[in-house]
């Protein structure tokens, strides 16, 4: 039985490590290490210093509406006043006291909005799901129809009200997209959170509370210590990469898109596929755009984002620019899969491959690049011009269902547990997750226990592309590869774009 008084180790320093290692603190935990082979507190989870996690990112999307998964409207919404109170917390505490890589007058979250576009004039099932539930809850006032008279009237008085969130200068881009013919909602208690000030921050409450760090490679998990067998089969702890063996009560692996290889029980529940990002660089002299792109006058948007499966010319969001004058786009409408032999089964899985990893990639599939190039071309053709600064593939873990997976792994007496299966949304929930990681330690029910606990498929589901397999159409070895010359738009491609 877990309880305060066990030693608790953590391997992944993500969102899911993170948030699981603030709260066991919280709730009186004395013995808790985490453990990553990212130096951390020297690159600071900044994507362009080798950081290759998924939560190591700059931006993510924060948002409320969730179709019919009312379980995950509910959690992010539980999260948004803990999202406001840390930008206060960074705010008042002096600079001298704030981790590297913060400084007072950092955000953690913008809540700028966020632009729905269906891929029609209709809104799609899943936005209509969001309004009749979020209505339940009693959340619709956050949401705006685009060209429904009464929100439009509501959306108004907000600006009156607080002439600072421009909420109206946010609908130009809907003006500007395809004549304003989509159907699209606004949604004001949405934005971004960045993800590496983000990581940051909860680190450093983390350590504040008395969580430990192990980092670099005296923190890589190199194989769990496994005693015994059959019922009494236990794991001990873990061995870092050092030869150091760390004995812990309960082991919790929480290492995202490398949690299938680290784990070979998770085959079936989760897979690790991923996500296409490009990034544009705005000119220094190019003011206009900076103004137009900042936070305060454009929101976060999503294109043909459709619950689970978004459809293969779909699954297109980005963000306002960063203070450093970057654009994130991205596009999940096919997610990516790299299945190698692992070593210590022999087993073909995904597994990430990054800028950063032994075997490198470098670039997207040239599907992925077309698809986020002819979007951007009818979108953004001012974009288009500068061309593409970088390109990054995002590794995220899916579940066979799309939820997280947050149990102990069967047939080790509760001491190995997994909290992973973020499946592309786990980010938002930072402040939060790990209060219901924690009630699942300690056999608590809530309202996310039953959701997150370990499971294996359904005959006949479909199982979130999970029994696709290696030679799905989806594995990069079997794909072409774009090259950075493709980075920049050519006359034809660029449509009705002048260039
Ligand atoms: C392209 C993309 C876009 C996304 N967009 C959003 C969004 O807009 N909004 C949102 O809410 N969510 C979003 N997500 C999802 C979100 O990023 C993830 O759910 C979340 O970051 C996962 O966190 P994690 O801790 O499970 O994994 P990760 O962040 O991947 O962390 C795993 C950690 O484990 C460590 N590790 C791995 N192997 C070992 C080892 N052997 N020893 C020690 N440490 C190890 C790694 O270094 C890493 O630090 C997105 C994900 C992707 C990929
Ligand atoms: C399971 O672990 C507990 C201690 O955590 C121990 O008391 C019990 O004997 C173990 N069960 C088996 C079958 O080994
Ligand atoms: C934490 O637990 C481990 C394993 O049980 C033990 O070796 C270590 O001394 C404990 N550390 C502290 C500070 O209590």
Known sequence: ?????SSIAIVGAGVFGLSTALHLAKNGYKNVTVFDYQPYDVNEYNPE??????????????????????????????GRPTWLEWNQMIASTPASELP???????K?????????FSKESELSQYDQDCLVELEKAGLRHWQHVLGNKEDMQRLKEKDIKQPEDKWDAKLDLH?????????????????????????????????????????????KLDELIIEGTGDAKQVKGLKTADGVEHYMDVTIIACGGWTPSLVPEVEGVLETTAGSVVAFQLPKDRKDLWDKYSPENFPVWAYGVTGHHSPEYGGFYGFPRTPEGKIKIGYRGRKWTNFQSVPKTNKRISVPVTKYTAAKVENLPKMALKNLKQLVGEMFPDLAELGVSD????????????SFVIDYVPGYNQSLFVASGGSGHGFKFLPVLGKHVVNQLERKTDQFTNLWKWRTATPGSDMNG??????????LASLEMAEQKDWQWKQKEAGATKL
């Open 175 to 219: 003006r500007s997209f395809q004549q304003g013919k989509l159907a699209a909602f606004l949604d004001t208690s949405a934005g971004f959170t960045y993800a590496d000030k983000s990581c940051i921050w909860a680190r450093h409450l983390c350590q504040k509370a008395g969580v430990r760090f192990v980092l670099g490679t005296k923190g």
């Open 100 to 106: 590297n890589g913060l400084t007072p007058d950092s």
């Open 49 to 78: 210093k080798g950081c290759d996690s998924a939560s190591s990112d700059v931006n993510k999307i924060y948002r409320c509406s969730y179709g019919n998964e009312v379980e995950y409207q509910d959690l992010a919404f539980s």
């Open 466 to 475: 999970l029994s696709e397999g290696e030679f799905s159409g989806r594995n």
């Open 391 to 402: 390109t990054r593939l995002c590794w995220y873990t899916d579940s066979l269902d799309n």
């Open 108 to 116: 953690l979250f913008v809540p700028c909005g966020w632009l729905r």
């Open 1 to 5: 039985m877990t309880t305060p008084a």
